[in-house]
């Protein structure tokens, strides 16, 4: 019988992969040579510029660039400018519930509603990472000294999380109650919205934790930065104060990428050295899907709607796609 590393399939990609999204049976790689490759074909969707970020849903992968560009991919490789911050480059993107989106490019951060309403906010310094609220048009924004939450298009001052330190990072739990960035100090940090704004702070990193992922319960955060992923709890009102993670699949380098099957309590994890495994919470078993190789740490990953397919794509412009046995 294979193995999964022998049933990976490779998918070509324009260079170092920033983003992956499935599209239905299709798989869309994002590249920093300003292409999708979907389909067999390569979409030239920055054709003046550089891929710097990405983000996916069921819509297709949305790509900022430092032509100041932001654009969505749909399954059908039809190319929409969502929005085009002239003589800047795109910081971050995002995507939220009924069709939203966001992006930011040095303090200016803007969102595009699900009408095509666009609503502008200019931080107290570069936005560095946003998430969109699980309910309700709402986006946490990381910058210094702390997150905002921000309604778009709403006169409402937006709220101010403070921590001091550059934020990088944020993600919001899938129920709402937490906010999480991480730091320049290789940690991260939390305020726990309900019931009484705590803070939380989950430090011991060897790296900066830049990949953040949710369970599908809620219940867990894993995470990168380490030579294990660090999984938090996050099963109880209080988070994970007080209580020690998780360190799952350690290996002789560190964690670039995590993500989380879309409903199971396994985890996909993605070394510096180009390795990824499949870990089970429940025991700890590991699946070797990727041996280290010489295509540099993975940048990439992403389950299917299903669990049933993950994709991976590397900073040296390797992807593959694996479906699981049944």
Request: hydrophobic share 40%; net charge positive; charged share 20%.
């Given at each position: 019988m294979a193995t999964l590393a022998e049933r990976v399939e490779p998918v070509a990609a324009g260079g170092h992969?920033?983003?992956?999204?499935?599209?239905?049976?299709?798989?869309?790689?994002?590249?920093?040579?300003?292409?999708?490759?979907?389909?067999?074909?390569?979409?030239p969707v920055h054709p003046d510029g550089a891929v710097l970020v990405a983000s996916a849903d069921a819509r297709g992968i949305v790509t900022g660039g430092d032509d100041g560009r932001v654009v969505l991919t749909d399954a059908s490789g039809t190319v929409t400018e969502l929005g085009h911050e002239k003589g800047r480059w795109i910081d971050a993107v995002a995507l939220g519930p009924g069709g939203t989106a966001a992006w930011s490019a040095g303090k200016r951060v803007v969102a595009r509603d699900a009408k095509g309403r666009l609503a502008s906010w200019e931080a107290p310094s570069t936005a560095r990472g946003l998430a969109f609220m699980p309910k309700g048009y709402r986006l946490a924004i990381a910058q210094y000294n702390g997150a905002s939450l921000w309604f778009p298009g709403t006169e409402a001052k937006p709220e101010m999380l403070e921590w001091k330190g550059s934020h990088l990072d944020v993600t919001v739990s899938p129920d709402g109650r937490f906010v999480i960035t991480s730091m320049q100090e290789n940690s991260l940090h939390g305020w726990r919205l309900q019931p009484d704004r705590g803070h939380m702070r989950m430090s011991g990193y060897a790296a900066k934790p830049r990949s953040l992922a949710w369970s599908h319960d809620g219940k867990w955060l894993a995470t990168s930065g380490a030579d294990a992923v660090i999984v938090w709890p996050f099963d109880s009102k209080e988070g994970p104060m007080g209580k020690k993670p998780r360190e799952m699949g350690v290996r002789p380098a560190k964690v670039t990428r995590c993500a989380f099957h879309p409903g199971s309590l396994v985890v996909a994890a993605g070394y510096e050295d180009g390795c990824i495994l499949l870990i089970r919470m429940t025991d700890g078993s590991e699946l070797?899907?990727?041996?280290?190789?010489?295509?540099?740490?993975?940048?990439?990953?992403?389950?299917?709607?299903?669990?049933?397919?993950?994709?991976?794509?590397?900073?040296?412009?390797?992807?593959?796609r694996l479906t699981l046995p049944v």
């Amino acid at each position: 019988m294979a193995t999964l590393a022998e049933r990976v399939e490779p998918v070509a990609a324009g260079g170092h992969v920033v983003g992956l999204a499935w599209l239905g049976d299709a798989l869309a790689v994002a590249s920093g040579d300003g292409t999708v490759a979907l389909g067999g074909r390569s979409i030239p969707v920055h054709p003046d510029g550089a891929v710097l970020v990405a983000s996916a849903d069921a819509r297709g992968i949305v790509t900022g660039g430092d032509d100041g560009r932001v654009v969505l991919t749909d399954a059908s490789g039809t190319v929409t400018e969502l929005g085009h911050e002239k003589g800047r480059w795109i910081d971050a993107v995002a995507l939220g519930p009924g069709g939203t989106a966001a992006w930011s490019a040095g303090k200016r951060v803007v969102a595009r509603d699900a009408k095509g309403r666009l609503a502008s906010w200019e931080a107290p310094s570069t936005a560095r990472g946003l998430a969109f609220m699980p309910k309700g048009y709402r986006l946490a924004i990381a910058q210094y000294n702390g997150a905002s939450l921000w309604f778009p298009g709403t006169e409402a001052k937006p709220e101010m999380l403070e921590w001091k330190g550059s934020h990088l990072d944020v993600t919001v739990s899938p129920d709402g109650r937490f906010v999480i960035t991480s730091m320049q100090e290789n940690s991260l940090h939390g305020w726990r919205l309900q019931p009484d704004r705590g803070h939380m702070r989950m430090s011991g990193y060897a790296a900066k934790p830049r990949s953040l992922a949710w369970s599908h319960d809620g219940k867990w955060l894993a995470t990168s930065g380490a030579d294990a992923v660090i999984v938090w709890p996050f099963d109880s009102k209080e988070g994970p104060m007080g209580k020690k993670p998780r360190e799952m699949g350690v290996r002789p380098a560190k964690v670039t990428r995590c993500a989380f099957h879309p409903g199971s309590l396994v985890v996909a994890a993605g070394y510096e050295d180009g390795c990824i495994l499949l870990i089970r919470m429940t025991d700890g078993s590991e699946l070797l899907m990727r041996p280290a190789s010489r295509s540099g740490p993975v940048t990439a990953l992403a389950w299917d709607r299903t669990g049933a397919r993950i994709a991976f794509g590397t900073a040296g412009g390797e992807a593959g796609r694996l479906t699981l046995p049944v």
